[in-house]
């Protein structure tokens, strides 16, 4: 149980154009996922925490206009990189807590690597 | 604001040795603090979850501790295998979920 995916896995784009990441949670609802980045040899930062029917909470110096995210259903929670350039490049991982879990234990997604190019 | 440290941040070893992840963090006031793995390009595999009232966990050749007092937890690795070979990141729950940078462990056949 507790199975998140993403898609895609991986993705190359041109710089300038949109990117879209899906964050599934298989067999839970979830009203909270998490949103991070992973640059090579570095740990997960955390960029927004993504609410079930409510705006999107972001850490400090993540611009929210050029990370859009939408939480529109309870296994659901999709991240857009907007005019992506190649410093966007980097591994995106989501993670969730599922609703009925008192203990706050985050489960993670494969991660999906990002390049533009 | 919380900060988590672990060391080493790289370990190499034989087959066969028992070994010991440190983990630290500033704020004791967490809710639990989580072992993962994570081997490379891929995402992150929940090892260990130790609530902020237990001490340790166990789950195979893994053990975890947790002393929430002194802000430390370690993950104890017993008789490691090269399949082992991966990054193990620490995390605490606080008002958020903090990691640390990861010690890249390197198991040799």
């Known amino acids: 149980g507790a199975v998140v995916s993403q898609h895609p896995s991986w993705v190359i784009c041109k710089s300038g154009t949109s990117v879209k990441i899906e964050c599934r949670s298989l067999?839970?609802?979830?009203?909270?996922m998490f949103w991070y980045r992973q640059f090579p040899k570095q740990s997960l930062m955390l960029m927004a925490t993504?609410?079930?029917?409510?705006?999107?909470?972001?850490e400090q110096g993540v611009e929210k206009d050029k990370f859009l995210i939408n939480h529109a259903s309870l296994t659901l929670s999709t991240l857009t990189v907007t005019s992506a350039h190649p410093e966007d490049s980097s591994f995106y991982i989501c993670?969730?807590?599922?609703?009925?879990?008192?203990?706050?234990?985050?489960?993670f997604g494969p991660g999906t690597r990002l390049t533009v190019l | 604001k919380q900060e988590v440290t672990q060391i080493p941040a790289a370990l190499s070893v034989p087959e066969g040795e028992n070994l010991v992840l440190n983990c630290s963090f500033t704020?004791?006031?967490?809710?639990?603090l989580q072992w993962f793995r994570q081997d490379p390009g891929k995402g992150l595999t929940s090892l260990l979850l130790?609530?902020?009232?237990?001490r340790e966990q166990t789950s195979g050749r893994l053990n975890a501790s947790l002393d929430k007092s002194s802000g430390r937890s370690t993950l104890y690795i017993a008789a490691s295998q090269p399949g082992d070979s991966a990054t193990y990141l620490c995390?605490?729950?606080?008002?958020?979920?903090?990691f640390g940078e990861g010690t890249q462990l390197t198991v040799n056949p």
């Open positions: 993670s969730a807590n599922p609703i009925v879990e008192q203990n706050n234990e985050q489960f």
């Open positions: 067999d839970f609802q979830a009203t909270t």
């Open positions: 993504s609410n079930e029917g409510s705006k999107a909470t972001y």
């Open positions: 704020d004791s006031a967490i809710y639990n």
């Open positions: 130790i609530q902020s009232s237990q």
């Open positions: 995390a605490v729950t606080g008002s958020r979920l903090t």
